[in-house]
């Protein structure tokens, strides 16, 4: 069956870096793109960035363009997302995401704080 852990979150001062990974595994993972995606309490859960299946192609929300990278290892079968210069409100629990077929499938998160 699909899985994907997310790992990597935790507490870190504004202006710092974290580095969140994807553990996938039950599907040809480098076949498919894949998608990071964040949630706070109370709001709908939102895109931060995908990533195309061979990684050429990426694309990024706004509020993280030129602080997040995201990229794959196929061989691992594993997505990551580099985030610098980390502010309070990318506080969040980070989300993988796999779209396969018409079904997402979707990691249990990681919570990301970012404070003083």
């Known amino acids: 069956q699909v899985q994907l852990v997310e790992s990597g979150g935790g507490l870190v001062q504004p202006g710092g870096s974290l580095r969140l990974s994807c553990a996938a595994s039950g599907f040809t993972f480098s076949s498919y793109a894949m998608s990071w995606y964040r949630q706070t309490p109370g709001k709908e859960r939102e895109w931060v960035a995908s990533?195309?299946?061979?990684?050429?192609?990426?694309s990024y929300a706004d509020s993280v363009k030129g602080r997040f990278t995201i990229s794959r290892d196929n061989a691992k079968n594993t997505m990551y997302l580099q985030m610098n210069s980390l502010k309070p409100e990318d506080t969040a629990v980070y989300y993988c995401?796999?779209?396969?077929?018409?079904?997402?499938?979707w990691g249990q998160g990681t919570q990301v704080t970012v404070s003083s």
């Open positions: 995401k796999a779209r396969i077929g018409r079904s997402d499938y």
């Open positions: 990533i195309g299946s061979i990684g050429g192609s990426t």
